[in-house]
Each structure stands twice: as C-alpha cells, then as structure tokens.
C-alpha cells in the first residue's frame, strides 16, 4: 500500500502527565492526568494528515481520526468531537482504555519511525474538553435532534460497552430504548471491572446521562433471563439487542483453588470498584486484605487487579506469568504504569498448587519454572517446564485473571438461541442477528472475552442494522 | 407510573418544540425553554429510576432478629419458584447480600423474604418499617428447585432456613407429594413458620435443644427415627446452618435417601460472574449462584464451605461495630 512518507523529522510524541507512582500507588484518583489544550495542539499538529488514513482501518468503530485529529490541531475541540462522536459513541471511554497501540497507532505511518501520533490521548482530551449542552449533542454530537419515534422501541440487555453504544446508535434516530441492567449500577464492564484510576465513574456516569436525556430509560436489577426474558421483550419491543457480557471466571483447575485467599479477578475487582470497597467500612462491600499479592494472567485485568491490590495496601504484589513480557497480552501503558507503580513479574513461572494452613486459608503457591520452547499454532514460543525447578512463593491473597466463559443465564433461559461451539452466542457477522429474528447480539457474549472498543463496534453494526430495518 | 409519563410527556414536547420544520435541533428555541439546556459531567447513575422496593408488611418473628417481609415486587413474584433466592442491597453505600425467597404471591405481586440479623446489611433491613424501601431487590435468581411427584419427602429446617424450606415444602405438597416437616430451634420461641407449615404438610415434627418444645434434641433423631421407620421417603430436602445440613446428610447416607441442600455462601453479583460462592461437589468446583444453590447433599465439602464463610469475619465484626457505635450517636 501506499503511504505518504515523512520528508522533514517529525517532533517527539508529547507525553501524558501522569501523578507520580510513588503518590498514585496510594490513591484510586486517575493515573493518567491528561493533556492541557497546548499539548493536545501541539501532539496534533504532528499528523501527517495521510491521504489513505491506515489508522482508521485499524479502529473498530472507523473513528474518522484523521479529520478529528485535523480540527483538533486548529484548536476546533468542538468539531473535533462532533466528528469522533458521528461513529464513537463513548469517546472519553475508548480514549481511556482501548489498545492504540495494536488499533489506530499500530496503523500510523509515524509508528516506523517509533512514535506513532497520541490518538488515544487526543480522543481523551477532545472528549473531555467538549461539554455538551443538549441531550441530543451528548448523544450524537450534532445539535439535529432526531425526532423521537414513540412508535419505535429497541430493548438492549445489559449497559456495558455493546448495549450502550447499540442504545446511542437507536436513540440518535429517534428510537426509544429500554435498556435492562442486572446490576443495581448501570455501565457493565465500566463500573464493575475496570478501576477508577484508569476509569473515572463520573466519566462513565457522564456517558450514561447523555443517552438518558435522548431517551434510553434503565431498568436497573433486571437480569436477562431471569427478570426479563427475550421472548417478552420482542412482544413489547420492536428489536432486542444481547449485550450480556462473557461472565464464569475461569480457574487455574490447579489444587486449592478453593482456599480462602483465591478470587477471581472478577470478584476482586467487582468488590472494589462496583462495592467501592477501597472506602471500607463507609462502604459495606469488603475486599480481602493481602499483604502478599499473586496474581495469575497477563492481560489488562490481570494489571488493574495487581494495582488494585497494591492501592488496598498490598506489601508486595507479583504477576505470575508462564511466558516473558514480551507476550504479555496486556495494553503497553497498563504493563509500564504497573512496573512503574512496583508491581513485581515473576515470569516464566507456572502454578501447580496453592498452599493452605489448616484453617484452609492461602499461605503459598508452589510455582513450575518454564522456558519458551518452539512456536505452537499462535506463533508464539510454548511455555516448557524445566523439569526439577520448582519453588514456593509466599502468598495470602492470590488473583486468577484469566479470563471467563459464557455466563449460561440467558443462555439457558433462551433455547432458541443458536450457540457456537464455544457456548458463545452465534450472529451473522454483517448484521449482528442472532437465529432468532430481530435479536441481535454483541460484545463478549459473541466473541468471548475481548476489549471495550470491540465490543462497541459490535452495538455499532447491530444499532445500525436496527435503524435500518425500523426506520428504513 | 404516572409521573414516569408526566416526564417522558414533558420530554416529548420538549423535542417537537426545540426542533424547526426541517427536523434540526433550534438552539435559540430550546434556550427558551426551561430545563431542556443539560450540561454534562454531573455523576447521577441512579437518577430518575423507580427501582426501590417497598415493603408492604413486616412481623417480627424473633424481636430484633429475624422478621418475615413481604416485598412488592410483582416481577420476581410472578417468576419466583420455590429454592429461587434474591439479592439485596438497603443503602447506597450498602453491600449485597442473597437471601432465599421463602414465598411468592403472583397474584397480588408480593414476595416473602426472613432474615436472621447478623453483620451491618441484615442488621439495616431489620430497621427498616412498613412503608419504607430496599433499595436493591434483584432476582429470581439460581435454579429452582427440582420437584416431581414420587412418593414422600421430608423437608428439615433450621433456624431462618425453616422459611426457605417452607416454599420447597410447599411445591412438594402443590405437586401432591406427601410431605413431612421436621424443623428445630434452641428454644420454642426461636421456632419460626410452624403455622405456617402446618396449614399444607402433612406432619409436623418439631424439635428443640432445651426441650421447651416437642422433641428435647436435634432435627435429625427425628429423622433417623422417621427413616428406619417409614421406607417410601423418596427424597430429603435440608435447609439451615451448614453443620445442620451437614448433619442430615450424615444421617441419611447409610439410607442411600436422596439428600438436598440449599447453600448459603457469600455471593457478590449473584448471576455468576464473580465466583465468591464457589463450592465443592463431588470433588468439582461448582458456582451456587448459577449452578445452585441447590446440591447433592453427600456430595457437599460442607468443611470447605463452613471455612468460606468466615473469610471476611474480621470485616464483618468492623462493619457491625462501626454500624453500632453510629447508630447510637456515639
């Protein structure tokens, strides 16, 4: 492919100010602070404003970056996100926690020369900046409100990534939508598994007005099948979306896992940020204390859990990984940020069992040195172990982020609902539909455990297709 | 709800007006009206939702212990089924608990939920009046429990467990079941449900610790005795403190009698996502919540369980303090 080539050097990224690790590690306020507008013009104005923009092929919601990234460098905050906005409806989300690095910056013709153009720190900066001051604009960032079809009504289950951007994509046509959440706190993945310190609430709090005021009501402690079925909704509404989430954390399937001492990253970190159990006891909800943390995976649930641990007091806190960092799946910022904060790797380690006292509470875990022997069918060296080479590492709270299984409510409550062979729900994958007419369906319950801004740009192509049949 | 209308009405009107023929959004005519400029950033994820729970009738069965509740809340009545459970939350800043659902009414929409006060969450219910809200009721969750007609059951209860037993007694008699009701308590005036029980099974027995009341020991010499005694019992069914289940599945193991259990174990989310109420059966980790809460009883490491559920008992014990000394002005 062509691209256009840089001819004169290009100015060092800007760097993000961040709060100090040694004061952060202390403290569940954002890490990450933000550009001030100098420095958001400033990064900007170093795009090369491509002809063929290679890093909107990299974005699942097809942000148009180059033409926001163009306002932005003018100063046009408010153009700039009008343009984010016509295809993201969760800018100051995605900003925050998507994977640039393998998305629009992984695309970016600067990235040859190492430092790819900040689009994820722009996206922030402009979603920030930008107050909305009707509905509508918070919705689709235009000021054309839609004329609102009281005729027309969408259900979406669940209020995480997909539902939401489903119900925004549905509400900025006029569309009425109730949205079903089983939490007592709507935002799914938002509020419960992604931490205040990488993900403000009120940013998520911010989002889930905007789609309020255009319309989308949220019935809170409704579960998908159980409080709602699918069947019901599709007599009361015209199209049903499924955005229930992945759900079952997967286990280790090692001895004791059942100590007293060994969560699931889900539970660990539903505690502390749905439960807000860092405020405990002015919150109810506690979180185990641990002095020394393990925690097993490598992604970006595996990093917010180890930070977490440490801000709840941890003393020391290791990341138990079988293979090197090199693999570690987790988003660039969170491994450095975590490193920077004094999370501690033990690589090239495989557990083999957890150790308990006889109050069944976690004392150690007895890990397997690996090496990284030939390539297996993903391309990357298989963890061997070396025979002989195992040792005890001291632990009283362990964390297992190793991801999840399809949760099997609404599963089970929906037989008609064709499943793959991973239990994950099946959809045509131009339109989002599942084998039952007009229910669609996206996010980890499709794909299985995967990023936010994948799963939005499944509610994109499931609200548009929506739209489309109901509105023409 | 006719205030819901009223504001969506309201919502209506607002867009018509503040929209110009061509269908755009008129900036200068929404300034007109008032309330329709928003401006963003204002934290609110509960704003504007009727969500909270009213409770429509209280009994105090042991004073300031337990108390039967009846909740409006038509939708998990009209799904509710007997070894359903649901969770609750009382405060904003409150934690959630799971409690079985110990009757439903669908006709007048109702449910029953009995509580034993023991940390800081049963201990806000039990303050609350006729009238008053849970914040948070979310279910029917879990399994319901598998009922078919076969012969006899006997249904055990312990303590607040004798209210969930009440509603699987109750689906083994609507099922035409002949159901014997075994329940215990330290002393008659810890007893619950006895009327109750006794309006649709078929026999009652009724044992106490002190003697106070019908047998002078535990539910399960009741049992022993009815089992050797009586050989079309199909099925046991247990609900109570885990030593008290733990017990009945004892006794009725060299019986070879089919033994259910309702679990207990501290939940977070309670739709199976977190995986705190992890148990063991059979040797295979099971999820009460989406799995249960209804097991095997001869299959139950009820020691793992027992362990499990003191894991936050140094929590617990500052959050009731803490909930104490506040309580009391101090």
Redesign the interface.
């Known amino acids: 492919m062509e691209t256009k080539t840089p001819k004169k050097p290009v100015a060092p990224r800007v760097d993000m100010p961040c709060q100090p690790a040694e004061v952060r590690r202390a403290n569940f306020d954002e890490v990450a602070l933000g550009y001030t507008r100098e420095m958001a013009i400033e990064e900007a104005q170093r795009c090369l404003q491509c002809k063929k923009p290679l890093c909107v092929s990299g974005c699942p919601v097809e942000v148009p970056i180059r033409d926001f990234i163009r306002e932005a460098a003018h100063g046009n905050m408010d153009a700039a996100y009008r343009i984010i906005k016509s295809t993201n409806s969760l800018p100051a989300v995605c900003g925050r926690v998507c994977p640039q690095e393998h998305q629009c910056e992984g695309k970016c013709v600067l990235r040859a020369k190492g430092q790819p153009v900040a689009i994820g720190r722009l996206e922030r900066f402009v979603a920030d900046t930008y107050i909305a001051t009707t509905a509508c604009e918070q919705v689709t960032g235009t000021d054309a409100c839609a004329l609102p079809r009281g005729d027309l009504k969408v259900a979406c289950i669940g209020s995480g990534p997909s539902s939401l951007t489903c119900a925004g994509v549905c509400a900025a046509a006029g569309i009425k939508v109730d949205v079903y959440e089983a939490l007592h706190e709507a935002g799914g993945v938002l509020i419960y598994g992604i931490p205040a310190f990488r993900l403000p609430k009120n940013v998520v709090a911010t989002e889930i007005d905007g789609l309020r005021l255009a319309g989308v009501d949220f019935h809170l402690n409704s579960v998908g099948g159980r409080t709602v079925e699918v069947e019901e909704l599709l007599e009361t509404h015209h199209a049903v979306f499924i955005g229930v989430g992945a759900g079952l954390p997967m286990f280790l399937g090692v001895p004791g896992e059942n100590l007293v001492g060994v969560f699931s990253a889900n539970e660990y970190l539903t505690r502390v940020n749905l439960g807000r159990a860092y405020d405990f006891p002015n919150q109810d909800t506690p979180a185990f204390p641990g002095k020394n943390v393990t925690v097993f995976g490598a992604g970006n649930v595996a990093m917010d859990a180890a930070r977490t641990a440490l801000r709840m007091g941890a003393e020391s806190v290791h990341i138990v990984y079988r293979r090197t960092r090199a693999e570690m799946p987790a988003r660039l910022e969170e491994l450095e940020h975590a490193e920077e904060e004094g999370v501690q790797f033990a690589m090239l380690s495989a557990p083999l069992r957890f150790n308990g006292d006889n109050e069944m509470r976690l004392t150690s875990v007895t890990l397997q040195k690996m090496e990284l022997g030939e390539p297996d069918a993903s391309g990357r060296r298989r963890p061997v172990a070396i025979e002989g080479e195992v040792f005890d590492l001291p632990t009283d709270l362990a964390v297992v982020a190793l991801g999840t299984r399809s949760n099997p409510i609404l599963l089970d409550a929906t037989p008609k609902l064709k499943q793959n062979k991973w239990g994950y729900i099946e959809v045509n994958e131009e339109t989002g539909e599942t084998s039952i007419p007009n229910v669609f369906a996206g996010g980890d319950i499709v794909t299985g455990a995967a990023t936010v801004i994948l799963a939005m740009g499944a509610g994109r192509k499931a609200g548009q297709e929506i739209v489309k049949r109901l509105l023409g | 709800m006719p205030q819901q209308k009223g504001v969506e009405e309201l ?2 009107v607002r ?2 007006l ?2 110009n023929l061509s ?3 008129d ?1 200068k005519q ?1 300034a007109l009206i008032p309330g ?14 009727p ?1 909270p729970t009213r409770i429509l009738h209280k009994e105090s069965l042991i004073p300031g212990k337990t108390s039967k509740l009846v909740l409006d809340a038509p ?2 009545a009209r ?1 509710g089924k007997p070894g359903h459970f649901v969770m609750l ?1 009382m ?1 904003p ?4 608990i799971p409690l079985t659902i110990a009757d439903t009414d669908a006709e007048n929409g109702t449910i029953t939920i009995v509580y034993l006060v023991m940390g ?2 049963t201990a806000l219910l039990e303050a609350l009046s006729v009238g008053d809200n849970v ?7 879990g399994h319901p429990t598998h009922i078919e007609k076969k012969g006899t059951v006997i249904c055990v209860g312990g303590g607040t467990g004798i209210a969930a037993m009440h509603h699987i007694a109750k689906g083994h008699a609507r099922m035409g079941n002949k159901v014997v009701g075994v329940i215990g308590a330290r002393s008659k005036d810890l007893l619950l449900f006895e009327n109750e029980l006794k309006s649709f099974v078929n026999e009652l027995l009724i044992s106490t610790d002190d003697g106070s009341y019908g047998h002078k020991g535990l539910v399960t010499e009741l049992l022993r005795d009815r089992l050797e005694k009586d050989k079309s019992v199909f099925e046991v069914v247990a609900v109570g403190p885990v030593p008290m289940m733990a017990a009945v599945a004892e006794t009725t193991r060299p019986f070879g009698v089919r033994t259910t259990v309702s679990l207990n174990p501290i939940m ?2 309670g ?6 109420c ?3 059966v059979g040797g295979k ?1 099971k ?1 009460a919540c ?1 799995d249960g809460p209804e097991f095997d009883g001869h299959e139950v490491d009820f ?2 369980l027992r ?2 559920l ?3 008992r140094e ?2 014990k ?2 009731i303090d ?1 909930y104490q000394r506040t309580a009391h002005g101090n």
């Not at chain 2, 329709?36 to 939702?49: C, D, H, I, M, N």
């Not at chain 2, 914040?135 to 969750?141: A, E």
């Open positions: 919502q209506t867009h018509i503040c929209t269908g755009q959004f900036r929404a329709t400029f928003v401006r963003a950033g204002v934290p609110s994820l509960r704003k504007g939702e969500m939708e998990i799904k939350r405060t800043t409150g934690e959630r800081k969450s914040l948070d009721v979310c279910g029917p969750l977070v989310d739709i199976g996502m977190c995986g705190a992890r148990v063991s980790t999820f989406v020691p793992e362990r499990r003191a894991a936050y929590q617990e500052v959050s803490d």
